[in-house]
């Protein structure tokens, strides 16, 4: 099998030559696929495009006709205006472009344009393009032959649909016209071979609903109608996500496959225990997640888990019901925490929930030394620990174990793709379960992480009383402040968080340790306030956050370092300024810092006012979704529609991007489970996709992720 007719450098084309090949290479079109999926941006008909006699002062439209006329005006105010005459078969319109007189030399006269813009009223109705593209070209020769010129140019490069425009992602050397010109000249030929490349038999492509690829190309070139453009850009994106799963199911299949993993056997003599002694009932959804896991764990594969849900879920509860599972089993179990003072917190609380049971507990950080360090290592190389606590260190220091069975990572996010790989090189190979308070949308997740099987906790223990959220304007402020004094009176404490350490000249914004100077003089003088940022020594930072944690500290003036923090019950409130400057899912988190006592938390977010920048409309919208709601996963949908999914994934894959241009997570978030349904099927039976069958697949696959695949180490 091979690709090689697709694979032609693009100067092979017909209407390429060796000057145009490098404006292509320019703008990432290397090979003749690449210019077949080349798609347009976009697509006008008579449903978008307003014929030139019912253009009005006052519309914002799109319009096409041929340019009839052209030159420079010149104003007294000495700005000099290009304008150009444009007509089609009801009418014309002057077409004015203030300070662009360039454009003179680019657009001639018998050039067929497509303009779009607010029209205004100069000497009569006239658009001022934002945006405009020469859909067809008149000859070079002078204005007198123009008519007669794009007249035979058009039945030279006809266009099946001449009432559909496709505009196409052009660049300055690389214009629309050309674009088109050589998509014509080159397409039945690219369509014929790429019909080749399809992957999906028809029976697969009609369970899904999708066409078939040589027809959704087309149609993208040479729409019938707009409405099918959508049908056939689904078919672009299943592709994407199932290459982007069938990436991922292979690096979960080394993780998971390749070496046999731990088939842990359940005795239930712990297990029983700790639900026997839990003070309260599991939530359906940690029952069911717990199911997931116990199946994940008793299976000889071994387990690759991302747990999912809100902080204050009950996420480290099921963590320690999966470490007991694996202690029964005879293993230990390590639970791998982002910094220290949180490990001490999950060691104090394991140690609790275990107390009297036979189950060695053992914490490992890195400021232990001496003896004391050299006896708790000691305790975990010879057995005696079972359920070990602490830091990255863990890992990277080489502690040994005695039968590590299960790693628990915490807050998943603080480390990088590589740490979790890194886990997977121990041998023999424990499961591995990480956890993620920042809960995100299912199809999201596991386009994101398709290498990890997801369980999700989407439910909070009944009872629990939910942080009430206010948005407060600046002119409120003193208000706000008085009320937080009232709760200080009553013993709880307070967090208030500021966007930036310093103040700089560029923004308005409030800064920590402007205000935590005069917060400390003025509205809550007397009291015992502190300031806690990311650039202060982290001896310091932990210094301060026990003060706080053991109510030394009534104030905390801070940062969003303590977005990932400790659970300090008698912090019941938080103040949250210049809030639309942070993100949707980051103002979640943090006000999941003042939700964990029973005394019910409040969370005040304060926009910046007039003069300090109160944020656009979409910080607006962030807001007003995160005082109206409390659920993760809700917050987490409306930032996914905010925001786009290009941060989620830039983020995750380390700024290398997982080239998706088709599929759309919001729109095409239903195809992601059989993408990658189809995708684990195809690698677990053939993980290194030999089989004749596979070659295509593998092929495309090397195609689309060459570097990658070296990059995951599974090339
Ligand atoms: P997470 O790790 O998801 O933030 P935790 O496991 O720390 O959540 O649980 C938060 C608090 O709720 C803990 O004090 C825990 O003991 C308690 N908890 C966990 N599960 C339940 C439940 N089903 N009902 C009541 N309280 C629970
Ligand atoms: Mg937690």
Not at 642 to 671: C, P, S
């Amino acid at each position: 099998m091979s690709l090689t007719q697709l694979d032609k450098p693009v100067q092979f084309l017909k209407g390429v030559g060796p000057r145009r090949a490098e404006a292509f290479q320019r703008m990432g079109i290397l090979c003749a696929r690449d210019l077949l999926y080349h798609v347009p941006r976009r697509y006008d008909d008579a449903s978008t495009i307003t014929p030139l006699a019912r253009v009005e002062v006052g519309m914002d439209l799109t319009a096409v006709g041929k340019v009839k006329s052209k030159g420079i005006v010149p104003t007294r105010s000495g700005l000099r205006i290009f304008q150009a005459v444009l007509q089609d078969e009801t009418g014309i319109l002057t077409c004015a472009w203030p300070g662009q007189p360039w454009l003179d030399r680019t657009l001639r006269v018998g050039d067929r344009i497509l303009v779009t813009g607010p029209v205004k009223f100069f000497h009569g109705r006239q658009i001022q393009p934002r945006e405009h593209t020469v859909l067809q070209r008149a000859p070079a020769a002078g204005p007198d032959q123009a008519t007669s010129g794009t007249h035979t140019s058009i039945s030279a490069t006809p266009t099946t649909t001449p009432t559909i425009f496709v505009t196409y992602p052009a660049s300055e050397d690389l214009p629309q016209w050309i674009f088109r010109r050589v998509i014509s000249l080159n397409l039945e030929w690219l369509l014929r071979h790429v019909g080749d490349e399809d992957h999906l038999t028809p029976a697969t492509r009609r369970a899904l609903g999708l066409r078939d690829l040589a027809d959704a190309l087309s149609t993208l070139h040479r729409p019938p109608s707009v409405d099918r453009v959508d049908a056939a850009k689904r078919r672009l994106a299943y592709d994407e996500l199932f290459y982007l799963q069938l990436l991922q199911a292979r690096v979960r299949y080394h993780a998971t496959r390749e070496r046999p993993g731990i088939a842990f056997q359940r005795t239930n003599e712990l297990i029983r225990a700790l639900h026997d002694s839990l003070p309260f009932t599991l939530t359906g959804a940690q029952v069911s997640v717990l199911r997931e896991i116990y199946a994940d764990m008793a299976s000889p594969h071994r387990m690759n888990r991302m747990l999912q849900g809100d902080v204050g879920c009950g996420k480290t509860l099921v963590a320690l019901f999966a470490m007991l599972l694996a202690v029964e089993g005879g293993y230990q179990a390590a639970l791998m925490a982002p910094t220290e003072i949180l490990a001490e917190q999950h060691a104090a609380r394991i140690r609790e929930f275990l107390a009297g049971m036979p189950c060695g507990v053992e914490i490992l950080t890195g400021s232990a030394t001496g003896r004391r360090r050299e006896d708790a290592r000691a305790r975990v190389a010879g057995g005696e620990a079972r359920v070990v606590i602490g830091t990255h260190a863990l890992i990277q220091e080489g502690v040994e174990f005695d039968a590590l069975g299960l790693v628990v990572v915490d807050e998943q996010h603080r480390f990088g793709v590589h740490q979790r790989l890194a886990l997977a090189e121990r041998d023999p190979a424990p499961d591995v379960l990480v956890m993620s308070a920042t809960p995100i949308p299912r199809s999201l997740a596991m386009a994101l992480h398709g290498d990890l099987d997801i369980s999700m906790i989407d439910e909070l223990p009944t009872g629990r009383r939910p942080v009430v959220t206010r948005l407060a304007g600046p002119d409120k402020r003193e208000k706000v402040f008085r009320e937080v004094a009232r709760r200080l009176d009553r013993g709880e404490q307070a967090y208030v968080v500021y966007p930036v350490i310093e103040e700089s000249e560029k923004a308005e914004l409030r800064a920590a340790e402007t205000e935590y100077e005069r917060l400390r003089g003025d509205e809550f003088a007397g009291r015992e306030v502190a300031l806690l940022h990311g650039r202060m020594p982290a001896d310091e930072k932990d210094r301060i956050m026990r003060a706080f944690l053991a109510g030394g500290i009534q104030v905390l003036v801070a940062t969003t370092v303590i977005e990932v923090g400790i659970d300090v019950e008698g912090a019941t409130v938080m103040v949250i300024e210049n809030a639309e400057r942070f993100g949707l899912s980051q103002l979640h988190q943090l006000r999941g810092r003042v939700g964990r006592g029973d005394r019910g938390g409040l969370c005040v977010v304060i926009p910046g006012g007039a003069g300090e920048g109160g944020g656009g409309s979409a910080a607006r919208e962030r807001l007003d979704v995160f005082a109206r709601t409390n659920d993760g996963f809700e917050i987490a949908a409306a930032d996914l529609r905010i925001r786009g999914q290009g941060d989620f994934f830039g983020a995750e894959q380390h700024g290398h991007g997982t080239g998706l241009r088709f599929a759309d997570i919001l729109v095409h978030g239903d195809l992601v489970g059989p993408a990658r349904e189809r995708a684990r099927g195809i690698v677990d039976a053939d993980p290194e996709l030999a089989r004749e069958e596979n070659a295509l697949v593998r092929l495309v696959l090397e195609r689309r992720y060459g570097e990658r695949l070296k990059l995951f180490g599974v090339g």
